[in-house]
């Protein structure tokens, strides 16, 4: 059973410019989250998709957006790239319905913006 | 708001020390609580949970006992080994319906034979 999975492993980019993140969900889960993890940091949450629309956001401007497609994998989308959005992406998923709310991460996505 | 705060780190233990790593949180609601860790260049792992009072969640050696009173959810293991070494995190989930983790910090923790 594979888990979640993330791609590109590492990526760089140019301030200004456009990047998209994709994530595939362990099997079984419906609800993918996006997290962002500066270094030394703790996760910041970003926002949560089920049912291909976003359900919750965190403190994070509209540069970022996402979408969720019909076999529950999703997108993160970051636009106009500042250096601060250098970081670890992770994406995490889950079950609607599962009362413990346990979420299971991918490896996440190294972004550095030049 | 809802927030987690862990002890400051590196914490640095020989070999079959016991360890203790410090949570405390802030919650509206009544939230489920977890410990993940993460090895170096890997994502997070779930280590262990509790989602009410006096519940202790145990694993791989690990436990911790969420304690509503003190709003606690330290982190204990009698005897560590350097393959434990990581960063640990502390993290809440407000049961709103969608799941929605606030992370602490972290603790990195090295162990030396």
């Known amino acids: 059973d594979a888990g979640v999975t993330q791609s590109p492993t590492h990526l760089i980019k140019t301030r200004g410019q456009q990047v998209t993140l994709r994530c595939s969900p362990k099997?079984?889960?419906?609800?993918v989250s996006w997290y962002q993890q500066a270094l030394g940091q703790g996760p910041q949450f970003i926002f949560q998709?089920?049912?291909?629309?976003?359900?919750q956001r965190g403190n994070f401007p509209d540069r970022f957006s996402g979408h969720q497609f019909p076999n529950y994998s999703s997108e993160l989308n970051v636009n106009a790239l500042l250096l601060g959005d250098s970081a670890l992406y992770l994406c995490?998923?889950?079950?609607?319905?599962?009362?413990?709310?346990?979420?299971?991460f991918g490896p996440g996505t190294r972004l550095t913006v030049t | 708001g809802n927030s987690v705060t862990q002890m400051e780190g590196p914490v640095t233990l020989s070999e079959e020390a016991f360890l203790t790593i410090n949570c405390t949180y802030t919650?509206?609601?009544?939230?489920?609580l977890f410990w993940y860790v993460q090895y170096p260049g890997e994502g997070l792992q779930l280590l262990l949970k509790?989602?009410?009072?006096?519940d202790k969640g145990s694993n791989k050696g690990f436990e911790a006992t969420y304690r509503k009173e003190t709003t606690s959810f330290h982190l204990e293991k009698g005897s560590v080994q350097v393959s434990d070494s990581a960063v640990y995190f502390c993290?809440?989930?407000?049961?709103?319906?969608?799941?929605?983790?606030?992370f602490g910090t972290g603790t990195r923790l090295l162990v030396s034979p």
């Open positions: 919650a509206t609601g009544y939230p489920s």
């Open positions: 995490a998923s889950s079950v609607r319905d599962r009362g413990s709310y346990e979420q299971y």
């Open positions: 998709y089920y049912e291909e629309e976003e359900r």
């Open positions: 509790a989602t009410k009072a006096d």
């Open positions: 099997s079984g889960h419906d609800t």
């Open positions: 993290a809440l989930n407000v049961n709103t319906g969608f799941q929605k983790l606030v």
